[in-house]
């Protein structure tokens, strides 16, 4: 199965592709790090969003996307923006669309840890909440 996780933050969406087989670990090179929204917040911008995201799961034959969950209310609650990205990603025809709360994110990794040191993945550090996201939800389904 091959993962999409996603952290939004601001007016992008910080992503991490990541597939699982027989309890290895496979991160697939990806053309993209983020895809980012405009703050000029008309349709046409959101569709746009939208449309792009749909072609980059499209293409790398993703079968699920997950996001990190953002607070409604508090210090670290999300931006209208951020909800609309939310929207627009769980909106695609035909996708499959989890959400993972800090707390289930936090009891998933504390039953199954992340083995490898993550500047050993490749990865950009700014990507680490994506891909724990996408670990998280790939080792919850492989324990089923």
Known sequence: MQVCGVEIKGTEAVISLLSMHDGLVN?????VRKIEYTKKNTTSDLRYFQSTFAKLIEDYKIDAVVIKER???GKFAGGALGFK????IQLIPELNVQVISNIELKEILNHNPILIDFSETGLKIFQQQAF???????SSNTEK
């Open 71 to 73: 607070p409604l209310k």
């Open 85 to 88: 990205i939310e929207a627009a």
């Open 27 to 31: 991160i697939p090179e990806c053309r």
């Open 132 to 138: 724990n996201v996408a670990f998280a939800f790939l």
